[in-house]
C-alpha cells in the first residue's frame, strides 16, 4: 500500500528544518530499536538453535508459531524472542533506509535551497512524500519579497 502526503512550508528554512527533525527522530529510533534487538538477540539465537537440533533430532520441520492473518494483517499470540528479533530487524532496516533517503534528500536540495534563500524572495514550498520519503518538491515564489 502506498500513502501520499503533502506538507507545505512557507519558507525554504522550515523545509530544512522540516527534515533535520525527521533525521533526527528516525536516528533516535533506531538507537532505541537497536538497544532492545540486542537484548533480545542472545533468546532468540538461543531459541533458533533449539529448534535447528528438534528439526535435525526428529529429521522434520519444527514449527513454534501461533501466527493468524486477520483482515490482511499478521497477529501473532504469545510472540516469542525470535518473532520479537526479526519484527525489531525488520523496522529497523526500514527506518536506517528511511533515513538514508532523507539524509540524500538534504544534501541534493540543500545547494539550491541557498541558493533561493540569498535571492532575497519569499517562496512556498511543497513536499509530497509517499511512505513518509520525499518524492516530488514544488518551490513556489510569492508575492512578499524580503
Known sequence: ???????????????????????????????????????????????KTLREFLEKALGKEVKFTSELEVMGFRLVVDARPIDEYEVLSDVLNSLTERMKVLIRFREAILPLLEKLRESGRKFLVYLVLENEVPVKLLIKETEIRT
Open 1 to 47: 500500500m502506498t500513502s501520499r502526503d503533502l506538507v507545505i512550508f512557507r519558507s525554504v528554512d522550515e523545509l530544512v528544518q522540516y527534515i533535520n527533525s525527521k533525521i533526527e527522530e528516525i536516528s533516535k529510533k533506531v538507537e532505541e530499536y537497536s538497544k532492545l534487538a540486542e537484548e533480545v538477540k542472545s533468546f532468540a539465537e538461543y531459541a
